[in-house]
């Protein structure tokens, strides 16, 4: 008996993570990205593996959600994740005031809490704020995005996947019932156009799931909101540091490698393959970083970037809901063959690409329980040594 074929379109985080759960569930699986691994927003994420603190009072769907999968990649992909901790720090009377409701949100979501003093928060890290009011510890961490991706490719490769980057996706192919069989793809190698077929086709583009989806007459209520980030020349700090507040503009600084990273903004764009990286934004992660770790003024800047959110449900930028969502098509618009998953954030891409596997396996009548939380990923370094 032939494995059904799911085709991926796009090989970001929620990609590889549904290769990797397909693959394992007895699916040939091909997967298409008109860019390597990585190419859109999850190579320019600032890399922060939340313990869901930054969502714990006002959405604390994502607050759990990001506990439980932080806790799980630290067991099967250690190889990518820097286990350094976080810190939320208070430096005026609104973040004070902030606190009850903090630590009161934390509880609720399971999320490891300490609150230290001034004094213990500079003995950890000197570089912060002299001026801080109080300050909590939390299971924050930071992942390197790339090999992150990698390790879910290189799993999955192993496990039969194929990755065919540098391909883009032109149409939906429907066949005379209005139900999605394949797509028209172009190798941008070459330039050459062909027809790939399958049972099922898995939309995991992010920001852009909405143009694949329209391909079809299909609906996705996503709200692409870029952000921009500047990466400063030194290693400030080691752990992950967030402003005690509800979330906004400049007030996470995470440390990756040599730098520390200072993020981010939000606003609206028209045209998603060109977000400019705005002057003003720039200034702002100056400024509001400064205020964290006044050393980062007269620090070099090493990057300025930025990485386009997929935002679903009410409301607009931050108060938008930072949970995910799986629509199988057919229920939503009558087009059976395709299913979307977007939202979330690169923390729970195992979590979305487990949803959206149990969706596609009872489309096509299949029981295969999911595996992804016990088993460890390869090496991301495998991802280019096994064949395709």
């Known amino acids: 008996m032939s494995k059904p074929h799911a085709i991926i379109v796009g090989a970001g985080f929620t990609g590889v993570a549904t290769a990797h759960d397909l693959a394992l569930r007895g699916f040939d699986v091909t997967v298409i990205d008109r860019g390597d691994i990585c190419n859109g927003t999850s190579g320019r994420t600032h890399g922060l593996l939340h313990s869901g603190g930054r969502y714990a009072v006002k959405d604390q769907e994502s607050a759990i959600e990001c506990i439980d999968e932080n806790l799980l ?44 003093t001034p004094q213990k928060a500079l003995q950890l890290e000197p570089n912060i704020n002299p001026g801080l009011l109080t300050a909590f510890l939390v299971p924050d961490g930071t992942f390197d995005p790339l090999r992150l991706a990698l390790s879910f490719a290189a799993t999955a490769r192993k496990n039969g996947a194929k990755f065919r980057t540098y391909t883009e996706a032109k149409t939906l192919i429907m066949d005379g019932k ?10 941008r190698a070459s330039n050459k156009q062909s027809e790939l077929r399958g049972d099922i086709v898995v939309n995991a583009t992010g920001a852009w799931a909405g143009e694949i989806a329209e391909m079809a007459g299909a609906e996705v209520p996503v709200k692409p909101t870029p952000g921009v980030m500047v990466a400063y020349e030194q290693r400030f700090v080691q752990r992950a540091l967030n402003r005690l507040n509800k979330p906004g503009d400049g007030d996470i600084i995470v440390p990756q490698r040599r ?45 300025k970037y930025m990485a386009t959110r997929p935002l679903i449900g009410g409301g607009m930028g931050r108060s938008s809901a930072r949970t995910f969502k799986c629509y199988d098509h057919k229920e939503t618009d009558n087009v059976d063959g395709l299913v979307t998953i977007t939202g979330g954030k690169a923390t729970t891409l195992r979590a979305m690409a487990e949803k959206t596997t149990d969706v596609v396996c ?27």
Do not use: W
């Open 178 to 187: 209005g139900a999605v069989v394949g797509l028209t793809v172009i190798d």
């Open 259 to 303: 730098m520390v990273v200072v993020g981010t903004t939000s606003f609206e764009i028209s045209d998603l393959d060109y977000v400019p990286v705005l002057e003003d934004h720039v200034k702002i992660m100056l400024e509001r970083g400064a205020e964290l770790i006044p050393a980062i003024r007269n620090a070099k800047a090493r990057g």
């Open 73 to 116: 990649l630290r067991k099967i992909v250690p190889q990518a994740i820097e286990p350094n901790g976080g810190m939320f720090i208070a430096l005026d009377e609104s973040d004070l005031q902030y606190s009850g409701a903090f630590i009161e949100g934390c509880e609720a979501c399971h999320i490891p809490l300490e609150e230290i």
């Open 362 to 388: 009872e489309k096509l009548g299949l029981n295969t329980p999911c595996a992804t939380k016990e088993v460890q990923l390869l090496s991301y370094r495998q991802y280019y040594v096994q064949p395709n």
